[in-house]
């Protein structure tokens, strides 16, 4: 099973700053295949990025992917109030599927 | 748009069954891999079972093996969780959601509250 750890368990950052969330991967990653997800409060999951670095549709510019070997980051710029929310990454490139445990955003 | 709604969540104790259902809408059911995701009060998201278009083919996380089957109704536009031997642990809200040919899931439903408590 693929583990990914997220860091840093939670943020927080002013409006207008960038966030920059990581996700690292126990293993090589199939085709990159790793998606991140904004849950808010009371609220199914949003997809954000998927294939490690393609936005849904949808979805702001502000957010964007990358990868480099088993890391992965979520970049979000110019944060806003509404960018609050619990952020997940997932890999579905092996079974199983798994998610990290999340990276708590917080807007000051 | 995609619409998926599921219902059958509810309070059962341990030991106990549920049938949770997903009814979809907005896309054409049966050319979709379909999901089921779980998520504990508190807790992140952990997915629990997949299911193909025909049907043929399922997989399960480990923690439900044995005890859960995922099926679907493509005359119906539906998808169904079959909970048996519900645990503590499994109390959870569940989500169905509908996805991508690579495997994420951009459409997901609201959830429905399962709680397995004597």
């Known amino acids: 099973e693929i583990v990914l750890t997220q860091s840093p368990g939670a943020l927080s950052l002013s409006p207008g700053e960038r966030a920059t969330l990581s996700c690292r991967a126990s293993?090589?990653?199939?085709?990159?295949?790793v998606a991140w997800y904004q849950q808010k409060p009371g609220q199914a999951p949003r997809v954000l990025i998927y294939?490690?670095?393609s936005r849904a549709t949808g979805i702001t510019d502000r957010f964007s992917g990358s990868v480099s070997g088993r890391d992965f980051t979520l970049t979000i710029n110019r944060l806003e109030p509404e960018d609050i929310a619990i952020y997940y990454c997932?890999?579905?490139?092996?079974?199983?599927?798994?998610f990290g445990q999340g990276t708590r955003l917080e807007i000051k | 748009q995609v619409q998926l709604v599921e219902s059958g969540g509810g309070l059962v104790k341990p030991g106990g069954s549920l049938k949770l259902s997903c009814a979809a809408s907005?896309?054409?059911?049966?050319?979709?891999?379909m999901s089921w995701f779980r998520q504990a009060p508190g807790k992140g998201l952990e997915w629990v079972s997949y299911?193909?278009?025909?049907?043929?083919?399922?997989n399960y996380a480990d923690s439900v093996k044995g005890r859960f089957t995922i099926s679907r109704d493509n005359a119906k536009n539906s998808l169904f969780l079959q909970m048996n031997s519900l645990r503590a642990e499994d109390t959870a809200v569940y989500y169905c959601?509908?996805?991508?040919?690579?495997?994420?899931?951009?459409?997901w439903g609201q959830g429905t509250l399962v709680s397995v408590s004597s």
């Open positions: 959601a509908r996805d991508d040919s690579t495997g994420y899931s951009p459409h």
């Open positions: 907005g896309f054409t059911f049966s050319d979709y891999f």
């Open positions: 299911i193909g278009g025909g049907g043929a083919t399922i």
């Open positions: 293993q090589f990653v199939p085709s990159a295949y």
């Open positions: 294939g490690a670095s």
């Open positions: 997932q890999q579905y490139g092996d079974s199983p599927i798994t």
